[in-house]
């Protein structure tokens, strides 16, 4: 009788193990399915990050670029700054820095003290800021770009659940109509910064990116976004062999 319940419980407990087990699926930057080897290769290098979206019965493994390059359209480029220009005082005749909050919070929602959240597997970890941080990472940021002569930063938001707009003589802006957003995207989600040009060149990335062989700061030098750009069309060749590296330059 006892074998029997260590039989019936064993075979129950396979079942159970079986059902648990999902599928994987694994897509690229374009929302293609590939392989895992191909998915790791991609994750690997420093243009690219991954994300995992986990659902009842399929766990996807989706690529991401860390940052990109690209040029914006010359009737595209003309309405945008003439929009950040009148809305916001934008100079558009110097190198434009955004920093892009989807949601600005009110400072109540911030907790006391900074803290370090991990994943389950501790493989990732994320900075949780207080509100006291968060206002002094935008002091900083301020004062880095009042030395710089040919560039100047600016804050903006999607949504405002309580924020100040102006604060210690800090600013945030609202993207109505979400005009930012609808530009600088991927197939998956806006970037949270972006550098552009006076002529339309960009870069826009993710505010956690990987070293991907410049340093933010030096983006603003002289002949280092050249150096940049090159860097990642050669990253992105090695990725995607078929890719015409001459579609970056084309506009949006």
Not at 15 to 39: C, G, M, P, W
Not at 117 to 140: C, D, L, V
């Amino acid at each position: 009788m006892n074998r029997l319940v260590i039989f019936s419980f064993i075979i129950l407990s396979n079942i159970s193990l079986a059902q648990k087990v999902k599928d994987t699926i694994y897509l690229d930057e374009n929302n293609t399915i590939i392989n895992k080897f191909r998915f790791t290769q991609k994750l690997n290098s420093t243009i690219y990050y991954g994300l995992t979206f986990d659902s009842d019965t399929i766990v996807y493994q989706k690529i991401r670029f860390s940052y990109f390059f690209g040029k914006i359209d010359p009737l595209k480029k003309q309405q945008l700054f003439k929009y950040l220009s009148a809305r916001n005082g934008v100079d558009t005749t110097k190198m434009i820095a955004i920093h892009y909050e989807d949601t600005l919070k009110p400072a109540s929602d911030f907790p006391k003290h900074d803290s370090v959240a991990y994943t389950k597997e501790r493989k990732q970890h994320k900075h949780i800021r207080s509100y006291k941080s968060y206002i002094k990472g935008h002091k900083q940021c301020h004062k880095n770009f009042k030395k710089r002569k040919n560039a100047s930063v600016y804050h903006y938001y999607n949504t405002n659940l309580g924020h100040k707009e102006t604060y210690k003589k800090l600013s945030w802006h609202q993207d109505h109509q979400r005009v930012l957003r609808r530009i600088f995207k991927d197939k998956y989600k806006p970037f949270n910064s972006y550098i552009i040009k006076p002529n339309g060149d960009y870069v826009v990335f993710i505010y956690y990116i990987r070293n991907g062989g410049f340093e933010y700061s030096d983006i603003f030098k002289k002949d280092r976004w050249k150096q940049a750009q090159k860097l990642f069309k050669r990253k992105l060749k090695s990725h995607n062999p078929k890719i015409d590296i001459t579609d970056l330059d084309k506009t949006k």
